[in-house]
C-alpha cells in the first residue's frame, strides 16, 4: 500500500474550522483507488493529517515537526491543503521535504492555489479548482510506474468543477467523525455561490451553484443523528440561494435531526415568512452578511442593500424567535471610520444575537485584489492580507476600528448583552457605537485587555467586566438610582443564558423581584424604576427539560 498524507492546520480546534476539504480530498482518492486499484500488487491510500494549530510554538519548531511526521510515513506523494491561514508554514514544510527527499511529489490544493497566491512556492504541482477528480488522476500519473516526479505534466492543473453525483461523502466513508470536533461538523450541501461579491473568493468562479444530491443528504443526516453530534455548521456560502431546496432540507433536519443545532449562512434579502417559519421548527441561528449599511459602499463590492426593506426581512426573524447575527467588514472601498460606526449602530438597532466584525483582507484571487490600485488598497502581498489604509480609512482609523470591533464583540457578542443592552442603552442618551468607544476607553483606563476569542475566557468574567463599566456609567446623581436595575438585568440574563447554553447553575442576590425584572417594562428603565419595587431576594437559576429554570430560595 503506497501512502498519501492529505494534511492541513485548520485556523483553530472547533466544528468550524474542521479540515473538510483535506478530508474530502482524501475520500475520494481513496473512493478512486477502490474502484480503479493501480496494479494488482499495490495500491494507494490517503490519510488525514489535520496538525493542530500551535500560534505560541516557534515557527522552525512546527515546521519541523510537521515534516518529521509527513516523512516517517515513508509518503508516495504528499498534499496539502493551502488557506490564508496557514500557507506560510506548509509552504515551508514543502521546502525542507524538496531538500530532504525530492523524489517525493509534493501536490496543492485550496483557496490559495486557486487564487495564484501560492504559485511561487515549494510544490511541484498545483492543483486550481476542485480537486476530487483531478487530485485522483495526477497520483496515478505520479505512481503508475515509480513514483517519482513525471516530465511532461504542467506543474498547474486548472480542474473543471466535479461531478456532485459521483463525490464520496467524507462522513460516510469514514475519513471524518465528529467526536474529533467537540461533537461538531462542517457540513457541505452545495459548491459555488450565484453573487459576484467583490471581496470573496467566489467572485471570479462559477456564479452557479451546484448541489449535492438529497439522497446523500439524507445519509449524512442519519449520521450525524446516530453519533450524537451536537452541532452542524453548513457551509454553504448563501443556504437560501435556492428556496425549495432550503425548505425541503429544514423539513429533511426537521425529520432527521430534530435535536441537533444547526448554524446557516443566509442573504436577508432572500428570505420569506414560509423559509423563516420553517427555519423556526428547527434548533438554529442564522448569521446575515450586512457588511456595510452604506449603499453607497457596497456597490462598490458588487453588493447592495434597501435599509428599509432588509430590516423588514429581518423583523420577521425576530417575531419567530430565531437567534441570528450580522458581519461587518470596516475597509471597504470608500467607507471611513465615521460611516463603520454608522454601521454599527444600523446593525445593532435591530437586535441581532451577535456581531462578527471582520478587518478587510485584500485576497488574492478576488476582483478588489485586481483592482486595489485602482482603489487605492494599501494591503500586504502575504497572508493574512489585511488592509493597511484606503484614500478614506487611514492606517491610525483603522487601528481604532478594530479596537472598537473587539470591544463590541466582547461587550455585546461574547457577552450575550442582546436581552438587555437597548434597555441599559437609553437612559444613557448615545448610539451604540458611541458607547462601545466609550467601553473601549474604559478598558484602556482599567488596564483590561479583551482576551483572544480563540483564548479561554467564560461568560462570568465577561459579565463582571460589564457591570464595572455600566457602574461607572450610571454613576451620576441623574442615573444612580437606575444602577440596582441595570446590574439585576445584566445578571439575570447572564444566569439565564449560562443555564441554557452551558448546562450552569447560579445562584443570585437581586434587588428586584425576578418576574419584574423579566416583564416587558424593564424596557423603559426610567418608568420601570419610578413604578416597580426593590423586593430584595434570592433565586437559583438552573437547566431545565423546557429550557432554564428559577425559583426563589430562602
Known amino acids: 500500500m503506497r501512502i498519501v498524507p492529505v494534511c492541513t492546520i485548520p485556523a483553530e480546534v472547533s466544528p468550524q474550522a474542521l479540515p473538510l476539504g483535506a478530508a474530502s480530498i482524501v475520500a475520494a482518492i481513496n473512493s478512486h483507488f477502490e474502484e480503479r486499484p493501480l496494479d494488482s500488487a499495490t495500491n494507494v491510500s490517503a490519510q488525514l ?149 467583490a471581496y470573496c473568493y467566489e467572485s471570479k468562479g462559477e456564479k452557479t451553484v451546484a448541489y449535492f444530491p438529497m439522497e446523500r443528504i439524507r445519509q449524512e443526516l442519519e449520521f450525524f443523528a446516530r453519533r450524537k453530534v451536537a452541532q452542524v455548521f453548513v457551509l454553504d456560502p448563501t443556504y437560501n440561494a435556492q428556496k425549495q431546496r432550503a425548505v425541503e432540507i429544514l423539513k429533511l433536519i426537521r425529520q432527521k435531526a430534530p435535536n441537533i443545532f444547526f448554524h446557516f449562512e443566509c442573504r436577508a434579502e432572500l428570505l420569506d415568512s414560509e423559509l423563516v417559519r420553517s427555519f423556526s421548527k428547527i434548533p438554529c441561528s442564522l448569521q446575515i452578511g450586512l457588511q456595510s449599511a452604506h449603499p453607497e459602499v457596497l456597490k462598490k463590492v458588487a453588493r447592495s442593500i434597501n435599509r428599509k426593506e432588509f430590516a423588514k426581512k429581518i423583523a420577521l426573524l425576530n417575531e419567530a424567535g430565531i437567534t441570528f447575527g450580522f458581519d461587518l467588514i470596516y475597509g471597504l472601498p470608500g467607507d471611513n471610520l465615521a460611516g463603520f460606526k454608522e454601521s454599527i449602530d444600523y446593525a445593532i438597532s435591530l437586535y441581532p444575537n451577535s456581531l462578527e466584525i471582520f478587518r478587510l483582507s485584500v485576497l488574492p484571487g478576488t476582483t478588489l485584489f485586481d483592482q486595489r490600485q485602482e482603489l487605492g488598497l494599501v494591503a500586504p502581498a502575504e497572508p493574512p492580507y489585511l488592509v493597511e489604509s484606503t484614500p478614506q480609512f487611514s492606517a491610525p482609523d483603522l487601528d481604532k476600528a478594530e479596537a472598537l470591533a473587539r470591544a463590541t464583540s466582547y461587550f455585546y457578542s461574547r457577552g450575550r448583552a442582546v436581552g438587555w443592552f437597548h434597555s441599559l442603552l437609553k437612559p444613557l442618551g448615545c448610539s451604540p457605537s458611541v458607547f462601545f468607544t466609550r467601553f473601549t476607553q474604559f478598558l484602556a483606563a482599567q488596564g483590561i485587555a479583551i482576551p483572544a476569542i480563540q483564548d479561554q475566557c467564560s461568560h462570568k468574567e465577561i459579565e463582571a467586566v460589564q457591570v464595572q463599566f455600566i457602574t461607572s456609567q450610571y454613576s451620576t446623581p441623574k442615573l444612580k438610582g437606575m444602577l440596582a436595575a441595570t446590574t439585576d438585568l445584566i445578571k439575570l440574563n447572564g444566569a439565564f443564558s449560562r443555564a441554557y447554553a452551558d448546562g450552569e447553575t447560579t445562584r443570585l442576590s437581586l434587588s428586584y423581584h425576578p418576574e419584574d425584572l423579566l416583564s416587558p417594562y424593564t424596557q423603559d428603565l426610567v418608568y420601570f424604576c419610578h413604578h416597580a419595587q426593590k423586593k430584595g431576594c434570592r433565586i437559583r437559576i438552573q437547566p431545565g427539560k423546557q429550557g432554564p429554570e428559577w425559583r426563589l430560595e430562602r
Open 49 to 197: 493529517m489535520s496538525f493542530p494549530p500551535s500560534p505560541t510554538l516557534p515557527l522552525d519548531d512546527c515546521t519541523n515537526s510537521i515534516t518529521r511526521q509527513l516523512l516517517e510515513l515513508e509518503p508516495a506523494a504528499i498534499c496539502f491543503s493551502l488557506f490564508v491561514w496557514n500557507r506560510t508554514i506548509l509552504a515551508q514544510v514543502a521546502a525542507i521535504i524538496q531538500r530532504e527527499a525530492p523524489k517525493i511529489p509534493l501536490i496543492a490544493g485550496g483557496p490559495e492555489v486557486t487564487a495564484g497566491a501560492a504559485d511561487g512556492d515549494s510544490f511541484d504541482y498545483l492543483v486550481c479548482g476542485e480537486g476530487d477528480e483531478s487530485v485522483p488522476e495526477l497520483l496515478r500519473q505520479l505512481l503508475s510506474s515509480d513514483g517519482a516526479k513525471k516530465a511532461g505534466l504542467p506543474r498547474k492543473i486548472f480542474s473543471p468543477r466535479a461531478n456532485q453525483e459521483r463525490l464520496p461523502s467524507p462522513y460516510l466513508s469514514g475519513v471524518l467523525n465528529p467526536a474529533d470536533y467537540q461533537d461538531g461538523a462542517l457540513w457541505e450541501l452545495a459548491r459555488g455561490c450565484p453573487f459576484k461579491c
